[in-house]
């Protein structure tokens, strides 16, 4: 049987090469979904590489046969059901879930491999070494990247709120005293290879929650991003546990590709990494500091029917959809709308800021499943200069995005945030479910201005009225 | 030692490709990427088999590497429909334009 260790060598460097092209095109609109089944042929050869492998070598006994195809079809046909019935607008939490899911799985491997050494492996003093730290290292992230994802996919669900003694210093001791003992117990592992496993699986779940309970929904995509980063460095130890090089190189490969991501969505934001991390949400501390505070002075409200008068006397409508738009559901509704202005020869563009809906990306991908054309949604730095010339701008369910302050005033925790200069135009309608504030908490100063009106209401409600009234003005209804 | 000295070359190198990968992205696919990558470190679900494998007839070793396995396979193969889904969305707006 000494042909199968060249057929499975050849099999592994056909999977990473997939692989490393299926991460590369996964960055390109136009090769984006080729490279997304690229990745997952690589998957399914690297698995059947393994496989065939055992099978030359030591050969898969029926017992086996049986445990892998139960934990395969279980896994599998929950994912699969998962990823079909899922909405578009649960996203965020989705991936969330995925990700703990497979940090888990890292986990149960060196756990596994902890409890119940095999006697074959004899790599001396410093292979044994070795072994126990990536086990202590697969743990530890693999704990992390649980916990800290089911805590997102709960705060993003709305299952959990932000504790106040969260937000105070006392997390940090928190943390660091999990950090502390999380080490401990990795080095009582270290030494012989089994005491201190439990200490570490407590204290880095515990570290994990503590970790991601203080930040606010605002910034969680990055934490999700940051989790997918570990996840992949959990791959690569657990690939060190088994001794699987093509597990080094695609944990490897994902770890940092992860981290480079997180940071395009950082700077997407204007936020750094470090405060999202330790900064804590975004409203608890501008809150504490009176920031950007004050009352509304000048709130002009007005109903669904004469926002839609305004918008058949147009002729240049730009829509900025937002996070309550994503929230509400609406996508479908607001196309119905836009559907009826485009016949009435009105020209419409959706104006997509970096963070539009709950994510980096996300709004376009709601836009687009309810069939509005890629070439109508602008992005900032393309919409900005658009603005004065534009008669009605329809703000749904965004805010900060929209805050002038933004530019105006220097002692807001929001200034230098890039935002969307919708007051440029002659009138902006934003449809809001009430006064609350958003994500920051920071009042927005547009709301103030004489040529902004407040429509209150659920975003698709309002929509929804909208619709009928264009209707019944007969907009759109020439053809 | 000859398996972990080139296991932490390939990590070292493995990690260089990974930060080369990815430059530029477009917002539009911050949220795919994300995804894929996310089915992508599902990989693990290797080490899953590997342990089942080699457990032999230890039950509790069986049914740890079963679990994994399976939390794997949520991940992988949830992950590549769901990026699949989203971008499906996206070049069907190419090919009717």
Known sequence: ?479 | MSFFSEALWVLLLGSLLGLELIGKVPPTLHTPLMSGANAISGITMLAALTLIIKSGDNLPLLIIGSISLGFALFNVIGGFLVTDRMLAMFSRKKTRK
């Not at chain 1, 697969?138 to 993003?156: D, E, Q, R």
């Not at chain 1, 002729?315 to 959809?321: A, L, M, S």
């Not at chain 1, 603005?387 to 965004?398: K, R």
């Open chain 1, 1 to 479: 049987m000494t042909f199968i260790a060249p057929i499975k060598f050849a099999i592994d460097l056909l999977a990473v090469l997939l692989l490393a092209l299926g991460i590369k095109g996964l960055s390109k609109v136009r090769s984006a979904r080729e490279a997304n089944r690229l990745a997952a042929i690589a998957m399914m050869l690297a698995a059947f590489g393994v496989l065939l492998n055992s099978q030359g070598t030591i050969g898969i006994s029926i017992n086996s046969w049986i445990w892998i195809i139960c934990g395969t079809l279980i896994g599998g046909l929950l994912g699969a059901l998962t990823a079909k019935r899922v909405p578009m607008t649960a996203m965020p939490e989705i991936v969330a879930l995925f990700n703990g899911c497979g940090g888990m799985s890292s986990l149960l491997v060196a756990l596994g491999v902890a409890l119940f050494p095999s006697s074959e492996s004899s790599d001396g003093i410093v292979g044994e070494l070795i072994r126990n730290f990536s086990i202590v290292v697969s743990l530890f992230v693999g704990a992390i990247t649980f916990s800290g994802s089911i805590v997102a996919m709960a705060k993003l669900q709305g299952w959990l709120s932000t504790p106040s003694w969260t937000q105070s210093k006392a997390r940090h001791f928190f943390n660091i005293f999990c950090a502390v003992l999380a080490s401990i117990g990795g080095i009582y592992l270290l030494i012989d290879g089994k005491n201190g496993l439990f200490l570490i699986l407590i204290a880095s779940s515990l570290l994990g929650v503590g970790v991601t309970l203080p930040i606010g929904g605002a910034d969680m995509p990055v934490v999700i991003s940051l989790l997918n980063s570990y996840s992949g460095v959990a791959a690569a130890a657990a690939g060190f546990v088994v001794g699987s090089q093509l597990l080094i190189v695609a944990g490897a490969m994902v770890g940092a590709a992860g981290l480079i991501l997180t940071q395009v969505m950082c700077d997407g934001m204007n936020r750094s990494l470090v405060s999202v991390l330790f900064g804590g949400a975004l409203g608890a501390s501008s809150a504490s500091s009176g920031g950007g505070g004050g009352e509304y002075t000048n709130i002009t409200s007005c109903s669904p029917e004469e926002c839609a008068l305004s918008l058949e006397a147009a002729e240049r409508v730009v829509i900025v959809p937002g996070y309550g738009l994503a929230v509400a559901q609406a996508q479908h509704t607001l196309r119905e709308v836009t559907r009826v202005l485009e016949n009435a020869d009105i020209e419409v563009t959706y104006a997509i800021h970096p963070v539009a809906g709950r994510m980096p990306g996300h709004m376009n991908v709601l836009l687009a499943e309810a069939d509005v054309p890629y070439e109508q949604l602008k992005e900032m730095d393309i919409i900005n200069p658009e603005f004065p010339a534009t008669d009605v701008v329809l703000v749904l369910g965004a805010n900060d995005v929209v805050n002038p302050q933004a530019k105006t005033d220097q002692s807001s925790p929001l200034y230098g945030m890039p935002v969307l200069d919708v007051q440029e135009a002659r009138t902006v309608f934003v449809v809001k479910r009430g006064m609350s504030a958003g994500y920051s908490g920071i009042k927005n100063d547009l709301f103030d201005l004489p040529n902004t009106s407040m429509v209150f209401g659920d975003a698709k409600k309002v929509l929804g009225d909208l619709l009928l009234e264009l209707k019944e003005l007969g907009v759109g209804s020439k053809g």
